[in-house]
Nanobody, 113 residues
Framework: QVQLVESGGGLVQPGGSLRLTCTGR??????MGWYRQAPGKQRELVAG???????KYADSVKGRFTISRDNAKNTVYLQMSSLKPEDTAVYYC?????????WGQGTQVTVSS
């Protein structure tokens, strides 16, 4: 199975923005999602996008995060704005709505002043 590769994380102040990128698979036919896992918590769905472009968001990120895809580049993005300390987590991409058994390394997002 092709490894998924997430990038774009980093340290950002509250209220800041980041854009995460996921590559590594031919996404055109896949519904893809972004997930996150904070220390001591279970991994949770953040946002998902179907092959047709329909989107779904966790209530905690609605209005702040935007998931998108560029099928020509085999890339899925997560634009995150108005970041909060509670958004701190390792972010992963995977199949949506049911992730496959294979996860990438993830990308760390830390929101702190």
């Amino acid at each position: 199975q092709v490894q998924l590769v997430e990038s774009g994380g980093g340290l950002v102040q509250p209220g800041g923005s980041l854009r995460l990128t996921c590559t590594g698979r031919i996404f055109t036919i896949y519904d893809m999602g972004w997930y996150r896992q904070a220390p001591g918590k279970q991994r949770e769905l953040v946002a998902g996008i179907t092959s047709g472009g329909s989107t779904k968001y966790a209530d905690s990120v609605k209005g702040r995060f935007t998931i998108s895809r560029d099928n020509a580049k085999n890339t899925v993005y997560l634009q995150m704005s108005s970041l909060k300390p509670e958004d701190t987590a390792v972010y992963y991409c995977n199949d949506f709505p049911v992730p496959s058994g294979s996860w990438g390394q993830g990308t760390q997002v830390t929101v702190s002043s």
